[in-house]
């Protein structure tokens, strides 16, 4: 079975440009969640998707960040304009409720803004 | 506020010997504690839990034990292998189910060959 799958693995762009992360779930995966993990932290939930839903989205910063997740599968996390402080690794996880509620993380995204 | 604390952000251990990872946390709410595993350029895995209806769980090497008290959770990896060398992070919900994981900021164990 893939696992979650996002791209691209690695973006180095300029401050005040725009950046895109996608991602796709597990096969059959009801949840969805971004997290940030700036260095030497953990990850931070950023937002939550139950199907197409955004059911949690207090942590994400809304003045530049978007996200989607159209027809409930694979979800884009936008940023635009890119700051310095948003250099992190951005990392998409999914998970359902037949399993139990374990949640399966990618590989994750690392953005660099110079 | 960081909630879930690892205060160690590094350990080296011998092969085969035990290696012991500390977590503390202060909110009072958490109810269900997870451990996952991070190795480079991966996303981390889980690794082993713990409710707090329990002071142990274990998993073939890997032992988790809670002190509810203390809000302490330690894991024990015995013998540790080399393979173990990665990243290791507690996590912590308010309850089984709930899906908002608060994350530790990690320790990194080195096994040495």
């Known amino acids: 079975e893939a696992g979650v799958v996002q791209s691209p693995r690695y973006k180095i762009i300029e401050k005040k440009q725009p950046v895109a992360f996608w991602c796709n779930p597990i096969?059959?995966?009801?949840?969805l969640y971004w997290y940030r993990q700036n260095l030497g932290q953990g990850p931070e939930l950023l937002i939550r998707y139950e199907n197409e839903e955004a059911v949690d989205d207090s942590q994400l910063p809304k003045d530049r960040f978007s996200a989607e997740r159209l027809k409930g599968v694979d979800s884009t996390l936008k940023i635009q304009p890119a700051e310095l402080g948003d250099s992190a690794v951005y990392l998409c996880a999914s998970s359902s409720l037949a399993g139990g509620g374990e949640q399966f993380f990618g590989p994750g995204t690392r953005l660099t803004v110079l | 506020d960081q909630q879930v604390k690892q205060n160690s952000p590094s350990l080296s251990v011998q092969e085969g010997r035990i290696s012991i990872l500390n977590c503390d946390y202060t909110?009072?709410?958490?109810?269900?504690f997870l451990w996952y595993k991070k190795y480079p350029a991966e996303g981390p895995t889980f690794l082993i839990s713990?409710?707090?209806?329990?002071d142990k769980n274990e998993d073939g090497r890997f032992t988790v034990f809670l002190n509810k008290s203390a809000k302490h959770l330690s894991l024990h990896i015995v013998p540790s292998q080399p393979g173990d060398s990665a990243v290791y992070f507690c996590a912590a919900v308010p309850n089984f189910g709930n899906e908002k994981l608060t994350f530790g900021t990690g320790t990194r164990l080195t096994i040495i060959p």
């Open positions: 713990i409710s707090s209806i329990k």
């Open positions: 909110n009072s709410m958490f109810d269900y």
């Open positions: 096969s059959g995966h009801n949840t």
